[in-house]
């Protein structure tokens, strides 16, 4: 893929870049190496100072950082501010948080004795430069949630963004410059996927961080498990959303369809398979479908807009053929289920769409559908709901509606997912830690887990 701005509203190519060549690349982690010697000493006080001048300076650019992620990827444009709001948010959290978060732990004092020591705790440090490998889907708050909790805890960052949000990715360089973090503290590099492995190898470069497709985790994951390097990988979701006989159905079908098409459908924590009891079914069916039905789809920059296109052409074209595959095999689109074709709407479009009938055998069961496509299961009682809900290959969140309390437990004991959320949509919140189980990835972001990720957990030990 070029490293390059397409919108993909009409398929227009905005801007192109040149990759960076090896000698500049080089510079970058030179830069990166050397500033870490320095600010790995800086105070919490320090960070923090920098880390909400630079949430400062976002809120300033929220209505331009915002349109540039509408025109690279095609988000709504209310959806874009919004994602822009939380970055800021969530900055200002660690600043406030970071210090108590990383604060040194002092063990039981019987269990110091018994060590032979006179005092004893854990310290946690800096690892160094952290390399991010980021998708485009959630261009800014992605970046952020590694950047904000990597910077507080002393470290310094390298971000290989995607190739179709460069705009996106030299802002956040830039914010960070404009803030006065010192030169080589946050440094975007514009190279392309071929390059990572190199820049990975580099013993300056301490670990990886990768959110994106589970290709993407494995290769990543193979190199640095070649080096010995930590890595956090946030992969790919299918997420459950499960409707049991006592919920609120009106209230869970009109947060389904927002639980779906967010993000206009490319998001890995967006609910994908409705596993609705029978019991149910038909009403919540009936309520899910009208909702999907009213959606406005348009172009991204209106105000008005709820779905806009795919970000990618390609991206298009792997939705309809998992589609297209589900219904060849019998499976039922209630609505949706073909190409968008509207002249006012040239770009890479596809309607909200819910399908279902939906058997083992198709690919749509196992794969993740990157876009607005639900797919809706019946299941006959609680048993049947858990192993439709864990008959998947991720495991990233899950959603339920319930107000049965045993049902709750068994769902929160038993579902295979890194969150469970209940009567609600799945969201990420600074104070939550966030990551999967499975082909999800491993490792955790967000929370005081997320920041010590990727720290140097390390033990002091003081004898007579």
């Known amino acids: ?16 870049y040149e990759a960076m060549g090896a000698e500049e690349t080089e510079r970058r982690l030179q830069l990166a190496e050397a500033t870490f010697r320095t600010y790995r000493t800086t105070t919490f006080a320090e960070r923090a100072r920098l880390l909400n001048r630079a949430a400062g300076l976002l809120d300033q650019d929220q209505e331009d950082i915002a349109r540039v992620m509408t025109t690279e990827m095609g988000k709504p444009i209310r959806q ?73 805890a002393g470290n310094v960052g390298l971000l290989k963004h995607a190739s179709n949000v460069p705009q996106t990715a030299l802002y956040l360089e ?18 392309g996927s071929g390059a990572v492995e190199e820049v990975l190898r580099d013993e300056r470069v301490k670990a990886a961080t990768l959110t994106g497709s589970e290709p993407a985790g494995r290769a990543v994951a193979s190199v640095a498990g070649d080096m010995v390097k930590k890595t956090v ?18 209230r869970a079908a009109q947060i389904a369809v927002t639980a779906r098409v967010q993000n206009n459908g490319q998001s890995c924590i967006a609910a994908k398979r409705f596993i609705v009891h029978t019991d149910v079914y038909e009403a919540f069916a009936e309520r899910f479908v ?56 040239p770009g890479w479009y596809y309607p909200p769409t819910v399908l279902a009938d939906i058997t083992r055998e198709m690919r749509i069961h196992r794969e993740e559908a990157f876009g607005p496509v639900a797919t809706l299961y019946r299941a006959g009682d ?8 864990n008959d998947t290959p991720f495991g990233l969140s899950s959603n339920v509606w319930t107000r049965d309390d045993a049902e709750v437990e068994r769902f929160e004991r038993d ?20 990551g999967g189980a499975k082909r999800s990835g491993y490792g955790r972001e967000l929370s005081g887990h997320g920041i010590r990720e990727f720290c140097n957990i390390t033990t002091v030990w003081h004898g007579a």
């Not at 830039?174 to 190279?191: K, S, V």
């Not at 790919?236 to 499960?242: E, L, M, Q, R």
């Not at 295979?416 to 600074?430: C, F, I, K, R, W």
């Open 174 to 191: 830039d914010l960070f410059h404009r803030a006065g973090y010192p030169e080589g503290a946050f440094q975007t590099l514009l190279i």
């Open 415 to 434: 579902l295979e997912a890194g969150s469970v959320y209940v009567n609600g949509m799945t969201a990420s919140h600074p104070a939550f830690p966030f």
């Open 80 to 152: 874009a501010r919004a994602e822009a709001a939380k970055c800021a948010k969530a900055m200002r959290w660690y600043a406030e948080r970071a210090e108590e978060l990383l604060a040194d732990e002092v063990p039981d004092g019987s269990d110091v004795r018994d060590s032979g020591a006179v005092r004893a705790r854990v310290r946690y440090r800096p690892l160094g430069p952290v390399l991010a490998v980021m998708p485009w889907n959630f261009p800014l708050w992605q970046v952020i949630r590694f950047a904000a909790p990597a910077l507080m």
């Open 382 to 389: 609680l048993d049947e709901a858990v192993l439709i809900a």
């Open 290 to 345: 009208a909702g999907m039905k009213a959606l406005k789809v348009g172009d991204p920059m209106d105000e008005e807009t709820e779905v806009g296109p795919l970000a990618t052409e390609q991206g298009r074209t792997d939705l309809e053929e998992l589609v297209d595959d589900a219904t060849r095999s019998g499976a039922t689109a209630l609505c949706g289920g073909h190409r968008l074709r509207r002249p006012e709407l």
């Open 1 to 16: 893929m070029p490293i390059a701005t397409v919108n993909p509203a009409n398929g227009e190519t905005l801007k192109t």
């Open 233 to 250: 990988l946030e992969l790919g979701g299918s997420d459950p959303y499960v409707v049991m006989p006592s919920a609120d159905l009106d």
